[in-house]
């Protein structure tokens, strides 16, 4: 089945649940506000909730996305021996979690925004290091 057509058969088995919904809505109301708050956050978040069918790099379920980012956590502690990886976040930016499979054509142009990066880096280096000497 293709990406599409998941992303469509996702789309129309919830929009059967929600009509589900609404039966038991009429059946208890007792319900209707808890029903009809689900159904609202549902509408308020329905283009977002399909991303992960039409594009199979993006993980279905937070704990596939949180599996990740354990992993490279875990590889930067095993890499350089600190727990917090929170400067190399800051330092590196979304370069952390860059792929070249992604999309080769904007190579020249993600070189660019790396040697900015490093270079911001640098020069917070060097002020740390004599800020004297940096600012004259």
């Known amino acids: 089945m293709s990406p599409e057509a998941r992303k469509e058969q996702a789309q129309t ?7 589900e919904l609404e039966e038991l809505e009429r059946e ?7 029903i009809r708050d689900i159904i609202k956050m549902t509408h308020s978040y329905w283009d977002g909730l399909f991303v992960c069918f039409a594009n199979p790099l993006i ?16 590889g930067h502690r095993r890499v350089t021996g600190r727990m917090s990886w929170n400067d190399y976040i ?3 930016g ?15 142009e993600v070189r660019k925004l790396w040697d900015k990066r ?13 800020p004297k000497q940096y600012l004259d």
């Open 118 to 130: 490093v270079e911001n880096s640098r020069k917070q280096g060097r002020f740390r290091k004599d």
């Open 13 to 19: 088995d919830l929009r059967g649940f929600l009509l």
């Open 94 to 108: 979304e370069f952390a979690v860059f792929d070249l499979r992604q999309d080769v054509s904007k190579l020249a």
């Open 59 to 74: 993980p279905r379920a937070n704990n596939d996305l949180e599996q990740f980012f354990r992993a490279l956590k875990s």
């Open 90 to 92: 800051i330092r590196i």
């Open 28 to 34: 208890h109301p007792e319900h209707k506000l808890l």
